[in-house]
C-alpha cells in the first residue's frame, strides 16, 4: 500500500476482554515495529519484526502482550485481559529493512479500557 | 537505560517568532531523528543526522546533532502557525553489533504557533 495503514482507528473494550490492532506495512517493507503512545508522551517502543520473527521484543510489558507477523507482511498486536492502563495510542511503523535509519508510521490505533 | 530528555515541554508563541526545541541524553547515539507528529496522525520523519556537530537545514528549520553525539537541537525561524505539532527527537541505539538499531523516542516538545 502507498503508507503504513492500521486498524482500527479507535477500539473501546470494556476491562478484561482481549483485543487485536493490525498493521498493514509498506509493500516490500521487512522491518516492522510496534510503539505505544500515552497522552503527552513519547513513543515507547514495544517490539519489531524483521520478516516474520520477533527480532527484538524486549518492550512488550508483560506477557498480556503479543504480537505476530505471520507471513512477514501484516501483524496484528494481540492483547489479552485488558486493563485501564493500556489505554493509549498504538503506532506501528515500517522500513525497508531493519537497517534503514528511515521508518514510515501508521496513524495509530487509539485503545481505551474502561 | 537510554534516555532522551526534550525541552521545553510545552512552547506557545506568536507568528514570526523564532524558538529552539532541545533533546538531550547521557548516552551517545548513532544517529538522531526528528519527528512532527499532528494530532491524530502518527509521527512523521523531518530529518536524520549523523555525524556529530552536523547541521541540516529543511526550510525554516535548522537541525544540530551534538559533537559528542549525546545531543541536537531544532531551530525554527519566523515560526508560522502551520508548524504547530508535536516535535519527537529519536535517538538510535545500536543492539550490540548487530547492525540494527532501537529507537528510543524523547518526551515531546508540544509547539502552537498563534496567528
Known amino acids: 500500500g502507498a503508507g503504513v495503514s492500521q486498524t482500527p482507528s479507535n477500539k473501546v473494550t470494556e476491562k478484561g476482554k482481549y483485543v487485536e490492532l493490525r498493521c498493514d506495512p509498506i509493500s516490500g517493507h521487512t522491518a516492522l515495529y510496534w510503539y505505544r503512545q500515552s497522552l503527552g508522551q513519547g513513543p515507547e517502543f514495544l517490539i519489531y519484526f524483521q520478516g516474520t520473527g520477533a527480532a527484538d521484543d524486549s518492550g512488550l510489558p508483560n506477557d498480556r502482550f503479543f504480537a505476530v507477523r505471520p507471513e512477514g507482511s501484516v501483524s496484528t498486536l494481540k492483547i489479552q485481559r485488558t486493563e485501564r492502563g493500556d489505554s493509549a495510542v498504538y503506532l506501528c511503523?515500517?522500513?525497508?529493512?531493519?537497517?534503514?535509519?528511515?521508518?514510515?508510521f501508521g496513524q495509530g490505533t487509539r485503545l481505551t479500557v474502561v | 537505560t537510554q534516555l532522551l530528555e526534550q525541552s521545553p515541554q510545552f512552547l506557545s508563541i506568536q507568528e514570526g517568532e523564532n524558538l529552539t526545541v532541545y533533546c538531550n541524553s547521557s548516552s551517545v547515539f548513532s544517529s538522531l531523528q526528528w519527528y512532527r507528529q499532528e494530532p491524530g496522525e502518527g509521527p512523521v520523519l523531518l530529518v536524520t543526522v549523523v555525524t556529530g556537530g552536523e547541521v541540516k537545514k529543511l526550510k525554516r528549520l535548522t537541525f544540530q546533532f551534538g559533537d559528542a553525539r549525546k545531543d541536537s537541537s531544532l531551530h525554527i525561524t519566523a515560526a508560522q502557525p502551520g508548524d504547530t505539532g508535536l516535535y519527537l527527537c529519536a535517538g538510535a541505539w545500536e543492539r550490540g553489533t548487530s547492525g540494527t538499531y532501537k529507537y528510543i523516542f524523547g518526551t515531546g516538545t508540544r509547539l502552537k504557533v498563534l496567528a
Open positions: 511503523a515500517s522500513s525497508l529493512t531493519d537497517r534503514s535509519t528511515e521508518a514510515f
